[in-house]
């Protein structure tokens, strides 16, 4: 049975290169992981995640490709703050000017 010296000097540096991806990508999912909201996790059960990201490289693969549903796109619609009517007014007649009376005008006429 061969030892580490057995091996020439490239495959130690692959072998080295890849134990750091596998560290990197393990980490790099735990931490996601540890920080996504458990609603957002496919099956809402943050433990589940870290024992499959523990299995190795592969564990760490599939979190990261399958097991976070994406985050709910703000509503476009509904996303001005809410703010007091006569707030919003007076602030745009301080920035524009005041709007002219549009009974005035008509009775200018």
Same mark, same amino acid.
């Given at each position: 049975m061969g030892t580490w010296g057995d091996l $020439?000097?490239?495959?130690?540096?692959?072998?080295?290169?890849?134990?750091l991806v596998q560290v990197g990508l393990q980490a &790099?999912?735990? &931490?996601?992981?540890?920080?996504t909201p458990p609603d957002r996790l496919l099956?809402?059960?943050r433990w589940v995640w870290i024992v499959v990201i523990a299995l190795g490289l592969v564990g760490a693969i599939?979190? &990261?490709?399958?097991?976070?549903? $994406?985050?709910?796109?703000p509503d476009p619609v509904n996303t001005a703050p809410? &703010?007091?009517?006569?707030?919003a007014r007076r602030a745009a007649d301080?920035?524009?000017?005041? $709007?002219?009376?549009?009974?005035?005008?008509?009775s200018s006429r």
């Open positions: $020439p000097a490239w495959a130690i540096v692959a072998i080295a290169f890849l134990a &790099l999912a735990l &931490l996601i992981a540890l920080r099956t809402g059960r599939v979190f &990261l490709a399958a097991a976070r549903r $994406p985050a709910p796109a809410d &703010l007091d009517r006569d707030r301080l920035l524009y000017g005041s $709007p002219p009376d549009s009974n005035q005008d008509r």
